[in-house]
């Protein structure tokens, strides 16, 4: 199964809304959860099953879709959320597949 | 808490072989699989494969079925990937990553992962 990110990178501002969108090659259910990965870091998840956030994680990040399209939405962007994402499904039996990742660079 | 701690940075000549250690803290280290991940510098992330702790027994990824091995050490709570016949392309980050209980689904999303092991390939 490919996933496809959109956009490869972004910039904004403090405060901006901000959407991501992922597009698996074939239906994955709701089997999709995304990941933040700041420079030298291990990914952090984020999301999991499309839309449920995960503890401690703030409420402006908002995940959504089912089948072959998801989004990843940041209400109001903070400085410390300037990172990589990435999307990953979770449903076929060979193994995780990830997305190619999103930056979102400061504008 | 929940710790997974990885062995340092490695740098090795082609052809050579690299075992990474991934050694687990503040839970029942055969109640969870584990999986590795590797980033090769400035690209996205690639799933290798994963390991029942409790087993030993393990699922690849059709491009490192054969070249790979995963094991552990339940007395000591660590697990071991194994890349043999190193080249440049193996030149990565590589993660560990706890994934679900093995009661759940296997596929089910990494919660807590190591801070990485860079391997450097190089002649």
């Known amino acids: 199964i490919q996933m496809t990110q959109s956009p490869s990178s972004l910039s904004a501002s403090v405060g901006d809304r901000v959407t991501i969108t992922c597009r698996a090659s074939q239906s994955i259910s709701n089997y999709l959860n995304w990941y933040q990965q700041k420079p030298g870091k291990a990914p952090k998840l984020l999301v999991s099953?499309?839309?449920s956030l995960q503890s401690g994680i703030p409420s402006r990040f908002t995940g959504s879709g089912s089948g072959t399209d998801f989004t990843l939405t940041i209400r109001s962007l903070q400085p410390e959320d300037f990172a990589t994402y990435y999307c990953q499904q979770s449903y076929t039996t060979h193994g995780w597949t990830f997305g190619q990742g999103t930056k979102v660079e400061i504008k | 808490q929940v710790q997974l701690v990885q062995s340092g940075a490695e740098v090795k000549k082609p052809g050579a072989s690299v075992k990474v250690s991934c050694k687990a803290f503040?839970?029942?280290?055969?109640?969870?699989?584990i999986h590795w991940v590797r980033q090769a510098p400035g690209q996205g992330l690639e799933w290798m494969g994963v390991i029942n702790p409790g087993r030993g027994s393990t699922s690849y990824h059709e491009k490192f079925q054969g070249r790979v091995t995963m094991t552990r050490d339940t007395s000591a709570n660590t697990l071991y990937m194994e890349v043999p016949s190193l080249t440049s392309e193996d030149t990565a980050v590589y993660y560990c990553a706890r994934g679900s209980s093995i009661e759940g689904r296997v596929w089910d999303p990494a919660d807590y992962w190591g801070q990485g092991t860079l391997v450097t390939v190089s002649s």
């Open positions: 099953a499309a839309s």
């Open positions: 503040g839970y029942i280290f055969t109640s969870y699989y």
